[in-house]
């Protein structure tokens, strides 16, 4: 396996080009996605990354993820704990928690532009439908409001991909990792059952000390 050390290395080797890769063509940006995607991958398959920058857009965060994933934490917490200082970049260990509560509390947040429709986090709704008391976790149904009838099996796996990227993004790689174990998807909003909007979430998590 190649060394930690060297996959930092090769990044402070290309940094300026990652800083700079939302301006390049987009079959540039794809190279170069996937060079240093396949690079994590050398130490871990589910090693991912993020780009963001801050609000002036000054500095940029290197994201390195699990995606909510068990397996290869230990590669992530260790490549951040011997990052080198390199200009203009943070070096971040998971997806931290990064969405408005009270915007999705009163509808006013900004959609996920995926490939194949936008969804606003407002319009999710969820249901918790089991625990598992051992481990501290739960699985939870997921309903979209604004999503026209599915075409199961693929819409559905597609759907409940996008939506547990809204989920990271809402909890925190780490809470996703240690309180939900699966999640699943239903067309209609179920009589029978309790369904909460997406910001009683946290709180829901936290009262139940999941």
Not at 120 to 143: I, M
Not at 177 to 196: A, C, K, P, S, V
Request: with cysteine.
């Amino acid at each position: 396996m190649t060394s930690l050390q060297a996959f930092w290395d090769w990044f402070q080797g290309y940094a300026e080009a990652y800083y700079y890769l939302q301006d390049f063509p987009m079959a540039e940006q794809a190279f170069y996605n996937h060079e240093l995607t396949s690079r994590l991958q050398d130490y871990h398959e589910n090693l991912c990354f993020g780009i963001t920058f801050s609000k002036d857009e000054t500095d940029a965060q290197l994201i390195l993820s699990t995606n909510g994933r068990v397996d290869g934490v230990f590669f992530v917490n260790n490549l951040v704990r011997i990052a080198p200082e390199i200009p203009k970049w943070t070096i971040v260990a998971f997806i931290q928690p990064q969405l408005d509560l009270e915007a999705i509390k009163t509808g006013t947040d900004e959609p996920y532009y995926f490939r194949d429709f936008t969804i606003k986090p407002s319009d999710l709704r969820w249901a918790p439908v089991d625990f598992d008391s051992r481990n501290c976790r739960c699985d939870l149904l997921f309903h979209l409001i604004t999503f026209p009838k599915l075409v199961a099996p693929a819409d559905v796996d597609q759907l409940l991909d996008y939506i547990y990227i809204i989920i990271l993004d809402l909890l925190g790689e780490a809470v996703v990792r240690q309180t939900i174990r699966f999640g699943y998807y239903e067309d209609t909003l179920l009589h029978n059952m309790d369904w909460y909007r997406l910001d009683a979430l946290p709180e829901f998590l936290e009262t139940w000390g999941l």
